[in-house]
């Protein structure tokens, strides 16, 4: 295995891909300028594939899984070469059409120009090119290419088990025209080891396989047959990869036509990453469904916008609610918090207030008592204005006891002091003129330490009218 690290890969501008040999798996990533990050070239086991073909599958997977394993996680999608044996290209000539119109008349005439494959066995891919007769021609050349669907399908299945994003799936002697800058004009011979290509401004417009390194009729014929078909000279031969290290770079032929090798192993893996460049055709042999969800996902779509404009707006306003109620929640929340710190707050109070009802209810019990007890004994209060009336300069009533004697009848007890005895006796004989009293009583009259009278009164009274 040889690995090369050039320099960090940046993923958004990097393009990557992958070459199937008969000896070997070849892995390449360029940066946006078509410079090489990483190589890496894994050896594959014997009986891998042979002769351009591939025989097992689960030796594939695990080349697959050691440049995984040797360049770590892959972010950019890896374009896959198929080798020349698993792919057939032909060259149909159509009156001058759309792709898609070409492409339908290959779908529905398939067995015709791709047998002995049935067509729900196969997958295809077709693009317009130019050839040296174009200029002499009414009609139009198309390169038409197909592969087995299962072969296909079995080299994303081991991608995707290795973890590797596919981006693409090519046939490796279309894709390898693309690293040669020399291919870009004029009629030439491109060669590598198993292949060969005749090429016009860039355009494949043959491919045969042969082992070109132990047998240069191969590339002699195709000469000869290229240039019987198009009447047009071959000017430069390119040699590519390993094995004809014998021939001199830039010498010419003894035809007088320019030879020019390229050594680099990774020449097919560096064509497959550019086929995303701008200006380049290219082919892809993945299923259509499968590229066609791929180009409806990268594609702009003015329903796909709106789609996405609703679904924001409808996230957004989700949001927006979800946040003004989480708003009026924590309100409600905090207006309870207040209302239950007041509440807690007015117990006290509540509790206070209960203690004074309690007692206003106990003083109003015992107002409404005296008020009934004056209602119903009104003459106390003309008793209290005849003491009054009566009592000269100088008395004074400590006590007075009120008591019913018999029904309509009171006892009158008072304890009073007075300056001398003549204010007494005189507020004595006062009373009994009054005729309110029908008994007085003047048991007890004695001097204090001052000198004053002290006296007790009793007085006792009828039957007293409403009037009185």
Known sequence: MNLLRIKAPIASENSAAMAIHDECLYFIELDGNGEPLRKISVPLAEGCVVNGQIKSFPLLE?????????????HTPVNIGLPEGETRIIFPNFPDMSIEDIRGILDVNFSEYFPPYQRNETVFDVIKIQTPSDAHKTEITVLAVSARIQIVEHILQAARTAGIPVGAVEPLNFAMIRAIPEASEGLCLIADRHNIAAVWNGDGIYFRTGDTQQNFQDMQNTIRYIESQHRKGIQKIILLGPGFDFVDSGSESESGMRVITEPDEYYSARGLAMRDAPGVSSLDLRPQEIIEIERRRHSFSINRLALWILILAFFCF???????????????????ALVRTSVQDLTPQRIALTRQNSELEQQNAQTEKLLRFLQEDVPVLEILREFE??????????????????????????????????????????????????SIK???SQRDQT??????LILTMGEVSSES
Do not use: W
Not at 327 to 335: A, F, L, P, R, S
């Open 451 to 456: 000198g004053r009278i002290i006296f007790k």
């Open 389 to 438: 009336a009566n009592a000269g300069h100088g008395v004074k009533f400590d006590n007075a006891d009120f008591s019913r004697t018999a029904p309509g009848g009171f006892t009158v007890t008072l304890d009073g002091k007075a300056e001398d005895e003549r204010t007494v006796l005189a507020m004595t004989e006062g009373l009994k003129n009054g005729g309110k009293f029908s």
């Open 62 to 74: 695990n080349a697959f899984a050691e440049i995984h394993r040797s360049l770590g996680k892959i």
């Open 442 to 444: 003047l048991p007890v």
């Open 318 to 336: 989700s949001g927006g609610t979800i946040a003004y109620t989480l708003m009026c929640i924590q309100e409600i929340n905090d207006k309870i």
